[in-house]
């Protein structure tokens, strides 16, 4: 049982280059979601799936895409990446979005640098 | 004003103290509230949930909730070298309105 997996660890990007960072959970959670962490403003919210086949934008969704690609997967796409998207990303995941319960469950993150 | 505020630190202890994290809030809406630990370069883990005002003790931690106050804390007791990382509060209401604090960076001394 791996929980939450994200794939790659590190990235470096040249301004305007693209790229997908990918996230797995093995747990059956129904809500998974992206955040970006910078220091001194804690963790943002970019994207969420509360269940699969939805998305929704979060506080921070400009220049990102997501796709919701089955229960297990949720990908996170810069199409054009900027500087101003150096930042640690994290996928996590939780059983159901909005439930009595509902907690999430972090992996261990994306360092990606754009130069 | 942040919808969640929560000290940086860094907040430097003995190892054996007792320590007191803290975080406060302004939006009401909020009905439940987590502690996480997020160790250098790795991601955050759950380490407390609550849903009530009040306190829940789990081993050596203990979190309280003052929702009058909009106002919670992480206790832990004899804490050690191994409880240095960062705390983060989070705190949702009852749909998926998750925000999370910037998080205290704790360092308990040996």
């Known amino acids: 049982n791996a929980g939450v997996t994200q794939t790659p660890k590190f990235q470096v990007l040249k301004t305007g280059q693209s790229m997908t960072l990918q996230c797995a959970q093995d747990m059956n959670h129904n809500s998974m979601y992206w955040y970006r962490q910078d220091p001194g403003m804690g963790l943002r919210l970019i994207y969420y799936s509360a269940s699969e086949g939805t998305t929704d934008k979060g506080e921070v969704p400009n220049g990102y895409n997501v796709s919701r690609l089955n229960k297990r997967e949720f990908s996170l796409r810069l199409e054009s990446a900027a500087p101003s998207q150096t930042s640690v990303y994290f996928c996590a995941s939780s059983l159901l979005a909005g439930g009595l319960t509902d907690t999430q469950y972090f992996g261990p993150g994306t360092r990606l640098t754009v130069l | 004003q942040k919808e969640v505020e929560q000290d940086p630190g860094p907040l430097s202890v003995p190892e054996g103290a007792i320590v007191s994290l803290n975080c406060t809030y302004s939006?009401?809406?909020?009905?439940?509230f987590m502690w996480y630990r997020q160790y250098s370069r790795k991601g955050p883990e759950l380490l407390m949930y609550t849903y009530s005002s009040g306190n829940k003790e789990d081993g050596r931690f203990t979190a309280q909730v003052d929702k009058s106050s909009k106002y919670i804390s992480l206790f832990i007791r004899d804490s050690q070298p191994s409880d240095s990382a960062t705390y983060l509060c989070a705190m949702r209401d009852y749909g998926q309105n998750f925000v999370f604090g910037p998080g205290t960076r704790l360092s308990v001394l040996p």
């Open positions: 939006n009401s809406a909020f009905q439940y």
